[in-house]
């Protein structure tokens, strides 16, 4: 995962752009357009980034990941204590 991507999930959860809407269940801002915010859970995000992940990455052996889904394991690390 690159630090860009790291960096941008910190950012959304330092920002309260993370919201738990069931157990795994989270809404969160994109990090691109305030207006927009995109439908997580922990294996999967309904934004372009994941949604091309593959496409970009193909048979690179990698598991498709994003800023929303990183975000949601810092949210966790950082509620859960």
Same mark, same amino acid.
């Given at each position: 995962?690159?630090?860009?991507?790291?960096?941008?999930?910190?950012?959304?959860?330092?920002?309260?752009?993370?919201?738990?809407?069931?157990?795994?269940l989270f809404q969160?801002?994109?990090?691109?357009?305030?207006?927009?915010?995109?439908?997580? $859970? *922990? @294996?999967?995000?309904?934004?372009?980034?994941?949604?091309?992940?593959?496409?970009?990455?193909?048979?690179?052996?990698?598991?498709?990941?994003?800023?929303?889904?990183?975000?949601?394991?810092?949210?966790?690390?950082? $509620? *859960? @204590?």
């Amino acid at each position: 995962m690159s630090a860009n991507t790291i960096r941008k999930a910190k950012k959304l959860v330092e920002n309260g752009g993370v919201v738990k809407i069931e157990d795994d269940l989270f809404q969160i801002k994109s990090s691109s357009d305030p207006e927009k915010s995109y439908f997580v $859970t *922990s @294996d999967s995000c309904e934004c372009p980034g994941f949604k091309n992940f593959y496409k970009f990455h193909h048979g690179k052996g990698l598991k498709a990941n994003c800023s929303h889904l990183e975000a949601i394991r810092i949210f966790k690390e950082e $509620t *859960s @204590d």
